[in-house]
């Protein structure tokens, strides 16, 4: 493609209609336009929602302040599971406390190995 230089003619009329262009007024539009754009804009606004209500907790609440049922089960098998190896520990955690003290350790807490107090 090649490029055909203007004329001088159509570098003057160029010119002028820049110059025209250029001493012209900005527009303006009319109030009642600037309303219906405001109104529009305004209908078109959303709505903010109520905020959620807050939920009440308390002694009444309890499971619900802890979380439910599965967060209520969790705990108690935890707590089963907790009291057996308390308990009745296996042989592994009485090997593993051996190896760590050095020596294994025996407390009998509730007297079960002399029921009737005959020893001593």
């Known amino acids: 493609m090649t490029m055909v230089e203007p004329t001088k003619a159509e570098m003057d009329a160029l010119d002028a209609l820049l110059a025209d ?7 303006v539009p009319s109030d009642d336009l600037m309303a219906r754009i405001l109104a529009d804009a305004e209908a ?8 959620p209500e807050a939920p ?11 979380g439910g049922w599965p967060v209520l089960g969790g705990m108690a098998m935890a707590g089963v599971a ?13 090997q593993m406390v051996a190896e760590m003290l050095g020596e294994t350790v025996s407390v009998d807490l509730l007297g079960l190995t002399d029921p009737f107090e005959l020893e001593g």
Not at 21 to 27: L, N
Not at 56 to 66: M, V
């Open 21 to 27: 262009v250029a001493g012209a007024p900005d527009p």
């Open 44 to 51: 078109s606004r959303p709505v903010p929602a109520a905020p």
């Open 56 to 66: 009440r907790l308390g002694w009444r609440n309890w499971l619900a302040t802890l």
């Open 82 to 94: 907790g009291l057996w190896l308390g308990v009745a520990p296996p042989a592994a955690v009485d």
